[in-house]
């Protein structure tokens, strides 16, 4: 299971890599072995929408599970990824990269504060096992 | 009965579970409420409850026996002998829902080209397998436009000249979900136009608009300029259609409707005094994520055969659970597989046919019937299919009293649902009638109307 | 062994059923709105009765095989109730004929409620419901209302056993509660002291199943129900599993308020591939007024000389319609015929011996599968399809399996609490011979499962297809035969 180390976690298994004050935003890899084939992602967001931490912020589809994904801080959305909806499978092959969904600029990058970094994420994934 | 145990293996079984009796596997059932004592009538054999529900069902006043003159959303029509032959096959009628595919490819593939019959009636791109009846999946249009815009938009607007059940069926499902206004149908206009009054309705917390065609009254109106006019507006439109008449007259695909829902009874379903029905469900194909019930889609298995599967599993209740849209479980299996054989026999051909006697018949009867005395058509200006409205010279259940001395089934008595449509009847005519019946028919109200 | 498709079939030109011509003087069509074209297929009846018959032979169904499908109750669909249902005087009677022209119908309905409230111990029984999952949805919408129309504003809460089946909370949303899950002690019973703690005043309700998923008789669960009672909410019965308690417990006697039933289930009429079904709802005296009409009552009573008169009543308070006209009456009448051949002995048989081969086959399928609820069951079963000492074998494998050996799979995967679960109901009508074949047939599964793997992983190997790619289904959606263009 790969948990890249200059990301943050949540405990609803998104990641969010920071630069500056702008934050890009996808499920982690623990996420998408959980889900398994995913077959449709619905974002239910566009730019320059304004979101708070805990909305939600897509769906994810798979044959035997549906889930939704939050937002893990708050602020306004830069950029959405437009690729996924024609292939929801890169959120399987490549979840931190080619699998990004938003990029967001941060409204309190304080928040950050309360998600995890890659080693309490990956304690954090032993403990649910 | 149908337990098969010999007392000799009730004996043997007990020993190997390891109790003394059948009894003592019921311990946990508190003591003061097991066994209770079931006021029921003692057991009957086979024999016996068919003589008693023979008797019992002939007392009834059938359409063997009666000329049925009635419609408002059931429909007397042929059957063809094959489409129960079909359907009593054990393998059909005792299978279970086909969530084992590799073993259920036969209802799978029923309803796959149900499904394909669907889309092609109607002129959309998808159909579900079914939904319970025609009322239902109308609630179910207004509910998937409620989820469409998320819930931003919170008026479904339905024309009055939608079936009275049907509305009150889909204010009873939007209860759940909130402040949902149902509006468009309230008690007014003189006319009973949908046009011109929804359309002023429209604005932009509309989530839908809901017309019928042929609507309730039998009446046909093209939709296109209310659905330009909704969808300039981002509202969705449903259309509630009857099957038959898309034998004959453009389908609701024409008109660019997003959603078009109708009961599919009329097509080798027998009337059943109300039920089990068939829900039709066709949309466009941007919605097809937000589709409540099943869904057969074609796929392959491991050896590269064609095959069938249920999809879009994920959006049902079984997984979703508290996030589903919809709690929504069984389709309406075997009457999709009755609706499918029927279209199957009858086919292009046969399919027009049908519905050009319905079309043909109700036009004769209907030009007859306005020409008495004291009779006239409510709605004279306006193209109909099978089905018609006459203004009669007295109460309606008086005239279907004394047609019923004549064993006929008069109309439907219109002042039921619309209060001032006092001695207003809806008459529908399809195949099954003659021109004979049809001239009895006219014969016997014109009789009535002369004592 | 791919059966083609009806428009694979179709010849153009091919012309089969005939209607007899057009006898009345011809009308002009409406110009504006005639249909241009439609593409259904053109096939001869032999066609047709062919496909379907070839089709039919695809299926799996409770004729041809054992179905052990814990919560699906598939016990035999008796053949009587077909030829009853089918009668003129019931099948070609429409729905908005005149009351005195069907006084028959309404007799059969009216006995079935009295039926259905006798069995259950309920107040008041509505048949319209369409199926369980609309029973389901009149439950939660009547507890709503109950607790709008006495100013319980604060009371938002439902709570709902992990075990249960997904309809619950979907439902339980969809009438805009908010839904708690309850986790269920290491017995299998509700967790007394959660639910305690969750017993304040945002209490709307509970949603039970008992005997539950797991199969087992919740052990407290008078104090369950009082415990709600008692801090102001309602308890409804999720009815799916009445089959182990015909005669043997009547679910209103416990103080449940509201509970579905499914004549498709414990009533014996046909699954039908998928439907239809039926989900008549039965409430406490309190409740009654809230339920969906219309349902029969007797509108004049009779005398020595004449029956009486029976006629429809919609409550004052009623939740409103939730279909059009009055239920699935086909499936009422096959529900009727089946009670009427039973009669209260007969009621207490079926829930006897269901739970009888229960536990007889519990006893045996526990010597090679994990059984994490050790106790005696009712009519349904839990294991984990996961071989002790096979690791690398999911209950999925399993499950295919069985079909090689010529049997439908239990549940899959469901209730959640149990890991890789296969939930097995034999039902009351499998004979003794039936049962030791399946376990044998478990048994052998289980040793292939040590010692084959491969079989199991790569199962089934005889089925009319193979394992299906259900993730390409899903990403290529294809929903409809492909059409040729003319």
Redesign the interface.
Known sequence: MKTPKELRYAKTDEWIKVEGDEGTIGISDYAQDQLSDVVYVELMVEEDDEVSIGDILATVESVKAAADVNFPVSGTIIAINEDLADAPEVLNSDPYEAGWMVKIKLDDPSELDDLMDADGYEAYNQERE | MFTPHTPQEIEEMVKVIGVDSIEDLFLKVPKEFRFPRLDLPEAMTEMEIASELKEISSANASTDDFISFLGAGAYHHYIPAAVDMILRRGEFYTAYTPYQPEISQGTLQAIFEFQSLMTELTGMDVSNASHYDGATAAAEAANLAYHFFRGKRRKILVSRAVNPQYRETIRTYMQGLGDVDVLGDEVGDESLSNDEYLLNMVDNDTALVMVQYPDFFGRIYDYTKLIDLAHAQGVLVAIVFNPTALGLIKPPGDFDADIAVGDGQPLGIPLSYGGPYLGIFTIKEKFVRKLAGRLVGETVDIDGQRAYVLTLTAREQHIRREKSTSNICTNQGLMALAATIYLSVLGKNGFKQVSNLCFQKAHYAAEQISALEGYELAFPDQPFFHEFVIKTPRPVNELNLHLQDHWILGGYDLSQDYPELENHMLIAVTEMISKEEIDEFVSVLSEVNHD | ???P???EL?QTG???????E??????P??E????TD??????S?LD??R???N??????????GF?P?GS?T?????K?N?????????????????ME?????L??MYQLQQ?LQ??S?FYRVCLTP?????G??VG??II?KYHMVNKHDKRVKILIPDSA???N????????FE?KSLPSDERGNVDLALLRAECDETLAGLMLTNPNTLGL?D?N??EVIQMVHQAGGLVYGDGANLNALL????PG??GFDIMHFNLHKTF?T?????????GPVGVSEELAEFL?GPFVTIAEEGDDDNPPFYGFYWPEQS?????????????L?RAF?Y????????????A??A???A??LM??IKEDYILPYDR?CMHEFVVEGIPPDAPDVHALDI??RL?DYGF??PTNY?PLIVHEALMIEPT?????QTLDAFVKAMKAIAKEAREQPELLH?A?HT???????????????????W?PED
């Not at chain 3, 022209?101 to 119908?105: A, D, P, R």
């Not at chain 3, 909370?169 to 805009?176: D, I, L, V």
């Not at chain 3, 009351?428 to 003794?432: L, W």
Request: glycine fraction near 10%; hydrophobic fraction near 35%; charge should be neutral.
């Open positions: 062994m791919t059966e498709t009806i428009y179709s091919r012309k089969g059923f005939q209607f007899p057009v006898d009345v003087p011809a009308s069509l409406p504006d709105f005639v249909r439609i593409h259904l297929p053109e096939l009846e047709t009765i496909h379907f018959t089709l039919s032979k695809l299926n799996y169904s409770i004729d041809g179905y499908l699906c598939m016990k035999y669909n008796p009587i077909e030829e009853i249902a089918r009668l003129p005087g019931f099948a070609n009677t429409h729905p908005l004929q005149p022209t069907i006084q028959g119908n007799y059969v039926w006798e069995i111990g369409a199926a369980g999952a609309q389901e949805l939660a919408m709503k089946h997904g309809t909370p979907a439902t339980s949303s969809m009438s805009g839904v008789f052990e669960v008078v005669g043997i417990l009547k006697d416990v014996s046909p699954h039908g591939g998928g439907g239809p079904g039926s969906p939740i409103g319609r939730m279909k059009a006209f009055y239920g699935h009456f086909g499936v009448v015929t009670i009427a051949m039973h009669g209260p002995e007969g009621m207490r048989d079926i006897e011996k739970v009888l081969n536990n007889y006893k045996h005696t499950s295919k079909m439908h799979p469901f009351e009508t499998e004979s003794k790569n089934p089925t009319p297809v193979r394992r299906c790619d259900e993730v390409k289904a899903a990403r290529d959606l294809v929903l409809c035969c059409i």
